[in-house]
């Protein structure tokens, strides 16, 4: 990666773009879809506006307050401090090798992160949205505190696993109460949940919790939904089809006053000298992690373009200058509530200039060869994991980007990751390279020759549709579409193979029509220094090793992508480098190797036993089906059966399924008593 840049500010007068990516939850190790999700979708963006010329900072961090992180630390017998240090460097090592090149990525746990939340809430308070409640919460005796509801395990009330915590049972999916609720006046029970434990026993102690009152801070959104739709009303427009669907979803159930306080120590702690709240009271609570996480976003630009100086405001000209700067939030769609709504609310109704979202770009979910991903069962890749294939890490992004889920989930498949290698880039973009650049090494000694195009009408034709594509391609990066923007890319590259097979490009070309060979070779070099440059966002390694080929000097070449394509950045008499291939073959036999490796076996066996239980699902709704059916058939005779009672004056008895329903309509007259047989002997007298 390279070093460490200077601090990026906005330069008045020109579109300054501010992009951030979700920040990733320390205490995992991401996937492929959390990277396509955010960091690597927002990375293609910013590296196009740079290209572009447009002022841009990049910022993201590790997101490490909240309870998953002190259970994790609990369960590997460290510290939260750390566990996160040591998951951070985790995060940061994937992201290096996906080369994500981040203006600067941060960290929650700072000074200046404390001050800038605490900032925040004091403006919330003051301005009178915020409101304390009291509750009822699982305390813990033998260590004299009260525990959050992950810090509560025991059995499910409703499938009676025994390892449910207070917040959720895995085994069932069903979201529980720490404890069994109490009931109200009319004997119903007040829970927000579906279930809760039984036998519950303190997470750190094995103690019995009991209840006891405590109080909390909530923001009340509902004083504030009327301004939170009118600014959504202006700001949708930018923002993804789902992202709008999933935040007037919550809008139009009505927005309630949400909890944003904590029973943990690892957090950031409520402020103290705020008139009518009570210090006592808050001592041992800190801010609930989807409180504080968004404002990591400005806090972390602090610590960057405010490096050693705790009272500098340089960050503020980002985050305080909605006039000047557009910013642009990507991430997965079960982040957006926190991002259209509750940062959002906190800004709004902290009274202050806030830059907010201008263009949100969210994603659905990549799913994993017709499954999901799963660290704990080994199915799918995962970050750390893609480097063991031995392949670059531009394939990889090329492949995750061209599979991007904006509209729908879309699926992570070997045989596809493959293709995308051999025919894609090999075949298209890796063939154009190197055809044009040996065939100059080899026939003009990698020297450009003189030439002119205005001598050649296909030649300007060809100028025309590439610019064509161009704009297209500008217009779509600007746009978001970052899935067609590869399109763009590969029709460009397939405009310059056209190119080579229109005009022919061979010995005898250059035998026959030098004038022509030479006004090629220049149209054709100059073609593949504009795919080098509009690649960059999407391949920059693969870009840097174009340009070095074209004989500039690659590591460290800064792309630009204009508005018309001039066909003149390569000169005549200009030099080019050494052509190596771009891409390798790889070979169909990994297919099958690396569906075993990552997961192929295990996630069989879950196939298998999602089949069984739809099949077991199928069969109780065709047994349902006949019960039914036999029901109505029952139903229908004993209809039959009374109709024909009250026909014959009689009390029909009840017909069981199946049997028969023909009855007579009279009794039978009597018949004379039968002579016995010559078998059978007469009665006695």
């Known amino acids: ?298 806090s972390i630009t602090k610590t960057f373009t405010d490096a050693g100086n705790p009272s500098g405001t340089n960050w503020e000209k980002w985050w305080k200058n909605p006039e000047e700067v557009s910013l642009y939030q990507f991430m997965g769609k079960d982040n957006v509530p926190f991002h259209t709504i509750i940062w959002p609310a906190s800004q709004i109704g902290s009274k202050e200039n806030w830059t907010k979202v201008k263009t949100l770009s969210t994603t659905e979910y990549l799913n994993y060869e017709g499954g999901k991903f799963s660290k704990s069962k080994g199915v799918g890749v995962f970050g750390n994991n893609a480097r063991d294939t031995g392949i670059d890490p531009d394939i990889w992004r090329f492949y995750l980007l061209s599979r991007r889920p904006e509209t729908s989930d879309s699926e992570f498949k070997w045989e596809e990751f493959v293709d995308v290698n051999n025919n894609d880039l090999l075949k298209n973009l890796g063939n154009l390279c190197q055809r044009v650049i040996k065939f100059t090494q080899a026939k003009m000694d990698s020297v450009v020759p003189e030439f002119d195009l205005s001598k050649f009408p296909a030649l300007q034709q060809h100028k025309e549709e590439v610019t064509k594509l161009l704009q297209e391609y500008n217009a779509t990066l600007k746009g978001l579409k970052l899935r067609h923007g590869l399109s763009v890319i590969m029709a460009i590259s397939g405009l310059g193979n056209k190119l080579l097979q229109d005009n022919k490009l061979s010995n005898q070309l250059i035998a026959e029509e030098p004038e022509r060979c030479n006004a090629v070779i220049g149209i054709a070099l100059n073609h593949i220094h504009l795919l080098a440059n509009v690649l960059a966002p999407y391949m920059p390694g693969k870009s840097q090793a174009i340009l070095k080929q074209l004989g500039f000097d690659g590591e460290g070449q800064t792309a630009s992508i204009p508005d018309v394509w001039e066909a003149d950045a390569i000169k005549p008499g200009h030099k080019l480098g050494e052509p190596e291939l771009l891409f390798a073959t790889i070979p169909a036999a990994k297919i099958d190797e690396w569906r075993d490796a990552f997961g192929g076996e295990e996630l069989r066996k879950i196939k298998e036993a999602e089949a069984k239980k739809a099949a077991e699902k199928k069969l109780a709704r065709e047994r349902e089906k006949e019960k039914k059916k036999l029901k109505k058939e029952k139903e229908k005779a004993e209809k039959e059966a009374a109709a024909a009672a009250a026909a014959s004056g009689q009390a029909a008895a009840p017909v069981a399924a199946g049997e028969t329903t023909t009855l007579p309509l009279r009794p039978a007259p009597a018949k004379a008593a039968a002579t016995p047989s010559a078998e059978e002997p007469a009665p006695k007298n």
Not at 159 to 177: E, I, V
Not at 210 to 238: F, N
Not at 248 to 271: F, H, N
Request: charged share 25%; aromatic share 10%.
């Open 1 to 298: 990666m390279a070093a460490p840049r200077k601090p990026t500010l906005p330069v008045p007068g020109k579109e300054n773009i501010l992009i951030t990516s979700a920040l990733p939850y320390v205490n995992n190790v991401p996937h492929l879809g959390n990277i396509i999700g955010s960091v690597l979708s927002a990375d293609v963006f910013a590296r196009f506006c740079r290209a572009r010329g447009l002022p841009t900072i990049y910022i993201c961090g590790s997101d490490e307050y909240g309870t998953a992180t002190e259970t994790k630390a609990l369960s590997e017998g460290v510290d939260p401090a750390t566990l996160c240090a040591k998951y951070h460097a985790i995060h940061k090592e994937i992201y290096d090798w996906f080369r994500i090149d981040f203006d600067t990525f941060g960290r929650t746990p700072t000074d200046e992160h404390t001050e800038i939340v605490q900032s925040v809430f004091k403006r919330l308070w003051n301005n009178g949205y915020i409101e304390q409640r009291e509750t009822t919460q699982a305390y813990c005796p033998e260590h004299e505190s009260f525990l959050a509801d992950r810090y509560v395990e025991g059995e499910c009330s409703l499938c009676h696993d025994k390892g449910a915590r207070g917040d959720q049972c895995d085994a069932c999916g069903n979201l529980l109460d720490p404890m069994e609720p109490d009931l109200d006046a009319s004997g119903n029970q007040e829970t927000k949940a579906t279930g809760w434990l039984i036998n519950p026993k303190c997470k750190l102690d094995g103690t019995t919790p009991i209840k006891r009152q405590t109080k909390h801070l909530y923001l009340r959104l509902d004083a504030l939904q009327g301004e939170i739709e009118s600014w959504i009303a202006s700001a949708k427009k930018d923002w993804s089809a789902n992202c709008t669907a999933i935040t007037y979803s919550w809008l139009d159930q009505g927005l309630k006053p949400r909890g944003i306080t904590r029973d943990l120590k690892w957090g950031v702690p409520i402020p103290t000298g705020l008139d009518g709240l009570s210090e006592e009271d808050f001592a041992k609570k800190v801010f609930y992690v989807w409180f504080d996480a968004c404002i990591g976003y400005p």
